[in-house]
């Protein structure tokens, strides 16, 4: 008897755990936050991943609008660089996690508005980076034979709007405007050895116009000095050490600099130091005879502002830029170049602008300066306008490695997390998230792009890249995406 | 459903055994650069499994192999795991799951600094020296200390038994940061 209704009890206290437990699972889920993070690269990833981590019940839904999720990781980080690209085993876990929505093939903007959104989500993160790039604003900009290095990168790694290039590599010299990592990437792409092109992501179509490249000499331009370089020291390394090549340092761009760094922060001393060692020092053995086999060179010019690009007789095809030589005023990172008067000419058929990427305004309702090219926020909180938050490029410019997307996508996620905390973000507003979209995006005709679908691209572009000994052979046509997963 | 973090995905991609990234490491040393492809293959990245020998090989592996680590993370909490020797620090954290946000982002290939550690001056001064690729990398990790070093190029040793590493913060603004997976 006694033994009975312990037994009963116990079944009856279970049963009152199991329902209560139910009715608390029905009104916590009435108020899970349903946010929404618009681009699928590093930024919108790394605020996903922090939003889900550190919220147990956040629904957090990726709109990316292209088919393929990764933004920069995919479209950016140069095909040598697989290392980079392992941050994408992360984000397939994020997108794997059941609390997480990937929904590619979707335009903001177009085919849903970011206040179509706003009404479908609690808070919305934009973290779609910078799509355009910054423009020399000379004349001759628009020959032939002038790119940007944006448009390169996107013609060797498959962005589908730059597929058809063709960029025109007919030329022994090539000039980049600029000396950032996007500037390394793209010399470094132009002079790699095949043998080391071949076996990485690059597309076929690219590889095949690489290895018909006449280029064999690569400029990067900078309108001011040494210390003002804007690439990192492992790019600079490895441009260095390229197989093949060989440095081209004017020693007087360098002598005296020793001095001047001794007080630097340790980044920019150890980077000065790598250009005054390769410029001024002997080489060792084995690196002077590389310098003196090697078939290809590159070399960084200081103190040179683009003037014109100069046609050919033809008026069609550049050939040549001429420059304003600048002295530096001021010192440090803050020196302006200020032209001398004297005006230098430099001889090539390939022309490269690399001087920054920049964000476009999503539509005319966020805030947006055009100046810096970011939207004005405070911690990632869209300035005036509560709900709106946004992280990575388009949040503080287009800079830096995948450490600082990373941290300011915390940040930004942290901002939506006090915001939920302290109820400036109201759940009690019920809100549909992905619900209400899709009935949106059916009413217009547009079909997203599941996870599962990207990962039948993948397999397929994994295939296809095995046949030619590469990792991968990207698809480049969104219409083939989307006939491979039956859209 | 696990965090999403790097750590369970990690175990199942083979995060590095620290001899064999060594090696590889030194052999694309010749010509660093040269592609990347002397340490890493794929598109994705993935090492040779240096930890798929068999269980009996593990457990033939006496206590005189393993080696006790505190972490202290960004939030003060103490993390200590246990790792054999020979193992890098990147793999303790990653077979011990434990939880530091965005700790071995590129996996232990040298290409992003996320898993930079502060160590004490006694274990720094006896560490193997560093390289110039570390150094490259370290230039670039937030809140660089004189005895700063990247966790995934740091091998267990003996001598290294119950030491506390540092995990340095990463934000800008010194924000108590909000968990609300624990208690919402």
Redesign the interface.
Known sequence: MGSSCGRVCWEWASRLRRLTGFSRLLS?AALAPQICVVGSGPAGF?TA??L??????AQVDIYEKLPVPFGLVRFGVAP???????????F???A?????SYYGNVTIGKDVTVKELQRAYHAVVLSYGAEDNRILGIPGENLSGVYSARAFVGWYNGLPENRDLKPDLSSETAVVMGQGNVALDVARVLL?PL???K???ITEGSLAAIACSKVKRVWLVGRRGPLQVAF???EL???I???GTRPLLDPADFTGLGDVIKDVP??RK??TELMVKSALEKPGE?EASRWASATKEWGLKFRCSPLEVLPAADGKQARGIRMAVTRLEGSGESARAVPTGEVEELECGLILSSIGYRSLPLDSSIPFDPKLGIIPNS?GRVQGAPGLYCSGWVKRGPTG???TT??DS??TA?SV??D??SGLLKLSNSKEGFKSVRSILHSRGVHPVTFSDWEKIDAAE?AR?KLAG???EKLVDPREMLQLIGH | MAAPGTASLLRASAASSCRWLLAAFRGAAGRPGGGGGGVVSGSVAVRTPGRFFGVSARARLSSEDKVTVHFINRDGDKLTAEGKVGDSLLDVVVDKNLDIDGFGACEGTLACSTCHLIFEDHIFEKLDAITDEEMDMLDLAYGLTETSRLGCQICLKKFMNNMTVRVPEAVADARQSIDMSKNS
């Open positions: 916590t790394y991943q922090h889900l981590k550190h919220h147990r019940l040598d660089h697989p290392e980079v690209k392992n941050v994408i085993n992360t397939t876990q994020t794997h996690s059941d609390r997480c790699s043998d080391i092109l076996k990485t992501d990192t020291i492992k390394r490895e441009m050490n390229l197989p340790r980044p150890r980077l084995r911690l490695v995948i450490i990373m941290n915390f940040d942290q997390l006090e939920l905390q994994v890249g590469k990792p991968r």
